[in-house]
């Protein structure tokens, strides 16, 4: 059955994939921040070390540390690092979908046959697979998604399942949190409640010195592993944390706090299954509450499922379209969900004395619910399909124009003694194929602007930009737009409205210094064979002035007022 379980779960993930690509036009590049990663990944395959910039500083730009490894890794095996990420991904998912499904499959109430066991089976791979968001999430954006996803969802059944194996815990557990360590900084949060659930187990299951017995070992290994890590990130980066933390989490408690639970209400009310599952979730910690004993590990699985939809809270949520974070737990969210409908629920319907219907009927009962319960889910779903284009299409897009304006701006610029130096807001494609300085103005490639104390308020994970910061940086151009050159015009408006002046960039190009160091100008090639595109962006003027006397290039300044 588990051969089966993970050949099942690997021809759906495949299957979904393969139509969540076609619904977006077949993506194969990966989401902007995926291409951070593969920037990195290629500079440590090629001897540079984790480094942004080749020859530039050490920046742990990157959230999985994990996730970069096994991309460098890609790069240094595959031809394709693309297309092999996206196979481990849908491998990984699929590992982790097999053995939830061997839990469910050996995990469920007295008496339950083992037909009634695979129609939740069933409803557990539709639930996962017809939701576009956790496909999406965990197969082809190329992240770190998969891996952490499965991770949590694996150490989750690892400490909920029965019966709890004193022997195998230090080797298992400590394996997961480890893993677990080295994927996500918020792991640490999630290896501690792992350690207390299983430290409760143990004692109901024994005594308090027993339990501390068998759990002081894995939190040895766990203690060693942070203190390793930490040491690691301070001598080679010399921050303990990754540059993305302090780039993107505000040291505001309270703003994250009023921004995550923005994001909390938002997923409620996105979806009839995360509405469902939030609801179910806090019923099922009440009830958990009310009779469970922790003697019972499936009474802790509701707990975890709150965690997971808890912890966005604490680092204000996310700006990225289909709610990453809450795809990360789904499946957790569908454990729980199936766990109050197959278990809890019929065992609170107050029916005239219910306690003495038979077994059999009230596993049919279980298993009408299970049918109606699939219904709903294929009607939900159906009309996730038709919004999640419009959700998670523009994250794709971003990162394939990036790419091409990365390259047309290396070959505008290839006869230059030095390629310029560009300030970027999206900072993965365009560096992947930009071989000069890319400077990241939100700070998650830059240690200047991520540590520059401000106030991370704004755009959700763009608000690491200060404007007192930028002219520290300075570089040669900024927000470099290519752009059809004969039918392109210079639009006031658009440049004082764009969301990049009004939020990403804090009205930098209104800003007087700006002005009086900053043009807004188109640059060509000045050739007899004219090409079609442009390059359209902030230069610096001793470097426009630089090409403008340079016969190689056509340069047109654009007057530009402030208001």
Known sequence: MR????????????????????QLHYPLTGIDDANIYLVYARNLADGY?????????????????????????AFKFSAQPELTLLIINITVVSLGIAYALHFLQSHGPPGEGYGNKFIWSALFLTLIFTSPRYVAWNTITLMENALWSTLLLVTTIFVIREPISFHKVNLGFSATAILLILTRPESVLWVALFTIVLFLRFMSAGSMIQALKVIVPSIAVIGLTLALLTLFRLQYFGYPLPNT?????????????????????????????????????????????????????LSFLPLLALTGLLIPLLTGGDHFGSFRFYQNVYPITVLCLIYFVRQVLPQRIEFTKYKQISSPIRVGLSLFLALITTFGCFL?????????????????NVAAYERRNGAFIAELFSSLPRLPSIGVIASGGIKYSYRGEIIDLMGLNN??????????????????????????????????????ES??????????????????????????????????????????????TALVAWFRKDFIQSLAVNPEFRVEVYQYTSQ
Not at 5 to 20: D, T, W, Y
Not at 64 to 71: E, F, N, Q, V, Y
């Open 380 to 396: 939900s779903q159906a009309n996730a399909w038709s919004n999640f284009s419009s959700e998670m299409s523009n994250e794709f």
């Open 49 to 73: 070390g984790f480094v942004y910039n080749v020859g530039g500083e050490r920046v742990e730009g990157f959230t999985s540390l994990l996730w970069t490894l096994i991309c460098t890794l």
């Open 447 to 484: 240690t200047i602007m991520a540590h520059n104390q401000g106030e991370r308020t704004g755009y959700k994970n763009h608000a690491a930009f200060e404007v007192q910061t930028f002219y520290e940086l300075q570089p040669d151009l900024v927000w470099p737009l290519n752009v059809n």
């Open 487 to 532: 039918h392109w015009q210079y639009s006031e408006a658009e440049l004082k409205g764009r969301w990049e002046n009004l939020l990403g960039f804090k009205g930098l190009f209104n800003d007087p210094d700006f002005l009086e160091s900053y043009v807004y100008a188109k640059v060509s090639q000045n050739s007899e064979v004219r090409p079609k």
């Open 3 to 22: 051969k089966l379980n993970l050949i099942l779960s690997f021809f759906l993930c495949s299957i979904a994939s393969f139509l969540v690509l076609h």
């Open 245 to 297: 933390y302090y780039a993107k989490v505000s040291p505001s408690f309270a703003y994250n706090l009023e921004q995550g639970t923005i994001y909390l209400i938002r997923y409620f009310l996105s979806d009839p299954i995360a509405g469902i599952g939030v609801i179910v979730i806090l019923m099922a910690n009440v009830n958990s509450l009310l009779k469970s004993s922790v003697e019972q590990g």
